[in-house]
């Protein structure tokens, strides 16, 4: 038979083994949460491409357009989708003319609405209801003043590259309207504008799904190129007596 002393010993010892256990799981439980958050951090503070600090909802501008061209509303960006790519058939496949498709559309849009208004009393509804689209002189001079700016900075870099200051904007402009020219022959321009539209319209979509790959690719990429950039500039660019004086100014 055990005292009361020793029952009461082995008591405590039990209590203080449970308490150590329990101390022992919530410090590793806090460590797990550490961890965890210390983990969140370094996710947060993963370099973005292009040096990006915010989500590419926020960069694309947040609005509707986004929401779009993100494919918030599937069925909605869906239906944008199907429609361009109907009318690119219409006149890529089909080879309907521009005009004459408007022509049509118009036609059909104003007979429907023309017979809606003068059937709607005899069928009991509402005839349509057309808003006033009136465009107010000041969104016209806001958009005169964002073309003037855009067309004054194209002409400026026009002249900059004609002016045969900088050796280095002129035959980077000089391959990228090669490219162009390139791409140009390959594809109708209407076939070309749809290319860059569905590129613009899923691309975006594809790349916050994959946001993550994306970047550690693009990294690698950017990277790279700057790596051969160095070389051609080594090799290539820094021979040119033009470049070279520059670079010592």
Known sequence: MMSESEEHGSL????????????KDSSSSSDSDDDKKK????????????????PLHHVLGGGKAADLVLWRDKHTSGSILAGVTVVWLLFEGIGYHLLTFLCHSLIVFLTVCFVWSNAASFINRSPPQFPDVILSETQCLRLAHVLRKEINEAFLT????????????????????????????????????YTIFLMAYTLPMLYEKYEDEVDVVGEKALIEIKKQYAVLDEKVLS??????????H
Not at 175 to 188: M, Y
């Open 12 to 23: 405590l010892e039990k209590i203080n083994d449970k308490i150590h256990d329990f101390k």
């Open 39 to 54: 983990s969140h951090k370094s996710k947060n503070k993963k370099k973005k491409l292009f040096g990006r600090m915010h």
């Open 158 to 193: 026009l002249q900059s590259v004609a002016s045969g200051k900088d050796l280095k904007t002129y035959l980077k402009s000089i391959g990228v309207l090669w490219f162009i020219s390139i791409i140009g022959s390959c594809f109708s321009f209407l076939t070309l504008s």
């Open 239 to 248: 021979k040119i007596p033009m470049l070279s004086d520059k670079k010592q």
